[in-house]
């Protein structure tokens, strides 16, 4: 998770929190932003080398030009609209990756933000939303075989 101070709003710093995912398996390096641009931010593309640096490291077989990397864009999947709900929305994007469950958009964040809050006091994942594919609606899917 990292915040981004490349976006701007009304003169102040919104901040961008994006979630670095690897796929090993699959050789993809993936980078899932709260407020994504057009283009890849370079905080991003500076992350994703830190990453594949590192699995070089541990790896020595990993050869960077076989991996793949991906950036959501705009409107791709659901992102914040209200200036402090980046982490909320990068923990999302984790959890959908995770649970393989539907992405949420900026109605559910309260709801959301009140799960998390019972989830850590408890200490375990709570089933949000329901699992039942749903016609129009968001999902974090793995096309791996």
């Not at 990292?2 to 976006?7: E, S």
């Not at 993809?28 to 990453?51: C, G, H, N, W, Y």
């Not at 050869?63 to 200036?83: C, E, G, T």
Request: include cysteine.
């Amino acid at each position: 998770m990292h915040n981004d101070p490349h976006n701007r709003h009304r003169g102040g710093c919104i901040l961008s929190v994006f979630l670095g995912v690897v796929l090993p398996k699959e050789k993809i390096t993936l980078v899932l932003d709260s407020l994504p641009q057009e283009f890849v931010k370079p905080t991003a593309i500076r992350r994703v080398e830190k990453m594949l640096s590192f699995l070089q490291k541990i790896g020595r077989s990993v050869l960077k030009d076989r991996w793949s990397f991906y950036a959501n864009k705009p409107d791709a999947i659901p992102q914040q609209v209200k200036q402090l709900d980046g982490g909320v929305f990068t923990c999302l994007y984790a959890r959908c990756l995770a649970t393989r469950c539907p992405m949420l958009t900026q109605s559910h964040i309260p709801a959301y933000r009140k799960l998390m809050i019972k989830e850590l006091h408890q200490k375990k994942l709570s089933t949000f939303p329901p699992m039942s594919v749903q016609q129009g609606e968001y999902y974090a899917v793995d096309y791996s075989m």
